[in-house]
């Protein structure tokens, strides 16, 4: 036994003379840094789409920033899981770094529903105007319980209707369609009380699931609709616009609470820096998404502002529900829109 294990020694210090112990696994000649932390970053987005290609900017940035003692390795299109299975792993680090909605988010964090209230923004303005100042800050302190730390917010434009068969002109025409919806409530009530049947279900089996008919339509963006195919499936768009749902980046606590205060400032920086790039992908995205899907024969439904308004003014009861107890908090979202 000793004797083996001496050759053994004797075999690898000539491997290393001969292929060089720079611990990186390969390294040559060059000196490598090997990491202290390798960490996972998950992202259910395909690769090219605009989030996934911040978060590998902020993987970069990272590993340049701490000379490669963090990596941080990037799963796209959901390969570590749907959302909320993402969301369910980071509570106890099973995952330590990702980009999500706020619609799942809330189901963990309720306060953040108030930020996705349908038709709480006038706009893209007026959205982040609230994130980038004061009162984003503010939503930040709700997490100081949870087993998640808020990093940056990514946007994620305003979300549409769009159906395969049923046009949706007017309210009344959503009564009895069934419509895929994330797995959240505040998005099922929205559905139910503007006359439709919420389906929630993962992002993930969206496409499929319109395409037999198991639902007559779904909501999203317009790179979500592009980038999935979804335009393929359900041809008719209703431009209504009926909420804004911000993203955010986020970190496991657990895995947080491993890093000291320099790495974490360090983090954040190159959280904020990401976030700075998805905001530009993003604008690009949302036009070339939309000329995509319009060129392939997309039928995009304008609604006029009194029709919008019927909608607006349809779903003002589910405020009650969601933001019992923060009306100061929407009244200052909205004073934020009229500046
Ligand atoms: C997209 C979000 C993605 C969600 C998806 C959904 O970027 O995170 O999973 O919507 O509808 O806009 O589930």
Redesign the pocket.
Known sequence: MRADRKKYLVYLAAACVLYGCTGSGGGGRSEKTVPEFVFTYAE??ADD?P?SQAAYRFAELVKKKTDGRIEIQVKTGAALG??KAILEQMQFGGIDFA???L??LSEIVPQMNILQMPYIYTGRTHMWNVLDGEIGDAFMEFFQDAELVPLSWYD??A?SFYTSEIPIYKLEDIEGLKI????SRLMMDTIEILGGEAVPM??ED?YSAIQKGEVDG????W??YESEQHYKVAKYFTLDEHTR?P?LQLASRATWNKLSESDQEVIRQCAEESAEYQRKLWTEREKTAEQKVRREGCQVIELSEAEKLRFRQAVMPIYEKYCAGYMDLVEQIREAGEK
Request: aromatic residues 6%.
């Open positions: 259910n987005q789409y989030t749907d959302e980009r999500v909605s619609s799942p994620a434009g979300r895929r919806v994330q797995q993962k992002y969206v779904a909501e999203n963006n790179p979500t749902v993203e």
